[in-house]
């Protein structure tokens, strides 16, 4: 996967902190330690003198070599016996002067074994989705601050449910959605007028998400455009493909506002490529949009719209718009 090199800078850069204040805090207590038992601190540097001279002994190759190292280690045991019995007089655990890791399996290196370890992976998916969601309101919306009291509990003729039930059944669902979530998720497709609550939804499943530990990207879909336009055409296109690849590879992304963007071919292509990717990658995605599955069809083709009959979990969101509802109580 490839990303700008400023994400892989800044991901090497939090590495080394995490290392650098890890081993800071051990010798801090360390520290403190020795200024409490100095003898502690002398028996220390001994017992690096005697790894240093076990060392030298198998470099050196010496002719009773089984001897000097028996010699060595015995001398190493006496005195990691008596650094011991300093802990124990402490009431220190030796493993408390370790340094705490952030990763233990890399140490916070982030590689192991010439292999890059996934803390690292993760760690750079996560700065790659923090800069584009910069600007995405995911503090905004939340499953607390979902009323379902905007929608009719009224059957209308020829409905087996009222508005509201349906809209229950779609906001236990998301939550659900939301509590539950790993990489293997189902997609989701609302569509639905404007101000009906599919953008709060879909926000309160990202924040939800983003809480458990994933990545999560949140984009109006005219605005991400514009932004993959840019870099594709503009004097950025160098990193072109960056903001593309991660909007296909983060764990769950959100596309809000489907079909509202600009149309150009370019547009299409990338709606198309991103969301088959995903789909044939198994990698989740909730899609909201206001048009009709005919009219997506229109604007992209009839083998994504199929794709999206296939592939999603279709909601259709029924109701007033909420926010002219709550704009004339605001004034009544």
């Not at 001279?53 to 016996?81: D, P, T, Y």
């Not at 979530?181 to 990202?206: P, Q, Y």
């Not at 109701?319 to 009544?332: A, F, N, P, S």
Request: aromatic fraction near 10%; include cysteine; proline fraction near 2%.
């Amino acid at each position: 996967m490839g990303y700008d090199k400023k994400v892989y800078e800044e991901a090497d850069s939090i590495i080394r902190e995490r290392r650098n204040n890890a081993l800071k805090v051990s010798e801090l207590k360390k520290e403190k330690l020795f200024r409490e038992y100095p003898q502690a601190e002398k028996l220390e540097k001994k017992l690096n003198y005697t790894m240093t001279k076990l060392i030298r002994v198998v470099l050196n190759g010496e002719r009773e070599l089984k001897s000097a190292l028996n010699e060595l280690k015995s001398e190493n045991s006496a005195i990691q016996e008596e650094i011991n019995q300093i802990y124990r007089q402490a009431g220190i655990n030796p493993s408390e002067l370790e340094p705490e890791f952030f990763c233990k399996l890399c140490e916070d290196r982030g590689n192991k074994d010439g292999r890059v370890c996934e803390c690292y992976k993760k760690l750079v998916k996560e700065i790659a989705c923090n800069n584009l969601n910069r600007l995405s309101p995911f503090k905004l919306s939340s499953f607390q601050t979902f009323s379902l009291e905007y929608y009719d509990d009224r059957v209308k003729d020829n409905e087996k449910m009222s508005e509201r039930e349906r809209m229950r059944k779609y906001f236990d669902y998301c939550k659900n959605y939301a509590k539950t979530f790993d990489v293997n998720s189902r997609n989701i497709l609302m569509r639905g007028n404007t101000g009906l609550g599919k953008t709060h939804l879909s926000l309160a499943i990202a924040r939800e998400v983003i809480e458990n530990g994933f990545g999560v990207i949140y984009c109006s879909t005219p605005e991400i455009l514009s932004k993959l336009e840019k870099e594709r055409f503009g004097k950025s296109y160098e990193n072109s493909e960056d903001s593309e690849e991660t909007l296909k590879e983060c764990d769950l992304l959100i596309l809000d506002d489907v079909g509202s963007e600009f149309q150009t071919s370019f547009t299409k292509n990338i709606i198309y490529n991103i969301i088959n990717f995903r789909i044939s990658h198994q990698k989740p995605t909730i899609i909201s949009t206001n048009l009709e599955l005919e009219e997506l069809e229109t604007i992209y083709s009839q083998r994504l719209v199929s794709r999206l009959w296939g592939e999603y979990v279709i909601m259709n969101f029924v109701g007033r718009d909420i926010r002219q509802v709550k704009r004339l109580e605001k004034y009544t």
